[in-house]
């Protein structure tokens, strides 16, 4: 399957509508007009600080080292840091929504995933998808969470692919705790990531030959692949409130960032030099964030306005970077490594 962006996120490692042709971007790296502002940081004591999601105050939710297990944190717009430890060996943040509710993962002792959610107050509740399973490497997973508090992720029990590796499901769990379990048809290994307002979700999806697939669920549950035309493969990160997705596709052997609008146009972009693109997030003015690879290896993060002028996004002092999350304001953040590979978190504002 394509790489999947969000594999350092996690604890445990990893057509129905009529499609437009692609409109290849003619996209260029531009150096910024207005100087924006970056701040970097880090929770206090760890060892290693990784954003994962900001949302549309400012508040950032991600993972940190403090030498042992990894755990969660919460900082506030004024640069306030709130830390948390699920009830397991090791847990983080993977979103956070407008009210200040996280969603993320948690592994216990057994090497079972839990999901959980984490409200404002620091109230934490673990959940568990019905089908998955309690064996090591089995559970749940939570990737995504909306403004209504509705959660996507995965789940894994026994099942396996042809090859005998267990494979994940999906799953939408309500506000309410009702879950709704599927998977696309066909798939051998589903991996939903990213849910808007209205209950949509996109992701991955692999086929019997381990190819990932693109699809969007839409909050009535029917699923419709998106793969961009040409693609061998393809992989939705994320989906905004007016349904437009980016992500991943691969053209050959190269990976190139894709945007699939709501009526279901494609544009492929990449930013200047780069040999391989991973959009992360979109927000609802269609600005896109990620990273990219260049010709010497090194990540680079970036920005693409809703008008497709691509600028890079390392803060200073990066020795490589990866920009995961965007808000509504075009606040990014992610994070980067120093010349002593140290971890850290950034903020990027315009």
């Known amino acids: 399957m394509i790489e999947k962006l969000f594999e350092h996120v996690r604890l445990p490692r990893r057509a ?4 437009c042709a692609a409109l290849a971007a003619a996209a260029t790296t531009l150096p910024a007009t207005a100087k924006p502002a970056f701040t970097t940081f880090d929770v206090p004591g760890s060892s290693g600080t990784a954003p994962t999601s900001i949302n ?4 950032i939710t991600g993972g940190y080292s403090n030498g042992g297990a ?10 306030t840091f709130t830390t948390f430890a699920p009830p397991g060996v090791g847990g983080s943040g993977a979103a956070i929504n407008t009210a200040g509710v996280v969603a993320g993962t948690d592994t216990d002792s057994n090497s079972v995933t839990h999901g959980f959610v984490r409200t404002a107050d620091g109230t934490l509740q673990p ?15 939570a990737y ?12 894994i029990n026994g099942d396996t692919n042809p090859l005998g590796d267990r494979i994940p499901h999906g799953y939408v769990r309500d506000p309410a705790g009702n879950f709704a379990e599927f998977d696309p048809a066909g798939s051998y290994g589903t991996e939903p990531l990213s849910i808007n307002a209205k209950g949509a979700v996109t992701g991955l999806y692999a086929d019997i030959n381990g190819n990932g697939h693109s699809f969007i669920r839409a909050a009535n549950g029917t699923i419709t ?43 492929q972009f990449d930013p200047t030099g780069s040999t391989a693109t991973y959009p992360a997030c979109i927000n609802t003015a269609g600005a896109v964030t990620g990273y990219y690879v260049d010709g010497m290896g090194a990540n ?17 002092g990066s020795t490589g970077a990866r920009a995961l999350a965007i808000n509504a304001k075009g606040t990014i953040t992610g994070y980067f490594g120093d010349g002593s590979s140290v971890v850290h978190g950034f903020l990027r504002t315009k």
């Open 56 to 59: 549309a105050g400012g508040s």
């Open 16 to 19: 129905a509508l009529t499609l």
């Open 300 to 316: 680079h993060a970036f920005i693409r306005n809703s008008k497709g002028r691509i600028q890079k996004a390392d803060p200073p």
């Open 144 to 155: 995504g969470i909306n403004t209504k508090g509705a959660i996507t992720g995965t789940w």
């Open 225 to 267: 692949n998106i793969d961009p035309p040409g693609a061998t493969e393809s992989s939705a990160y994320s989906i905004n409130a007016k349904g437009a997705v980016t992500g991943s596709e691969v053209v050959g052997s190269v990976y190139h960032g894709f945007i699939r609008s709501a009526d279901g146009t494609f544009t």
């Open 70 to 79: 990894a755990l969660g944190f919460v900082r506030a717009p004024d640069g």
């Open 127 to 141: 959940f568990d998808a019905p089908g998955a399973g309690t064996g090591v490497y089995e559970g749940t997973a």
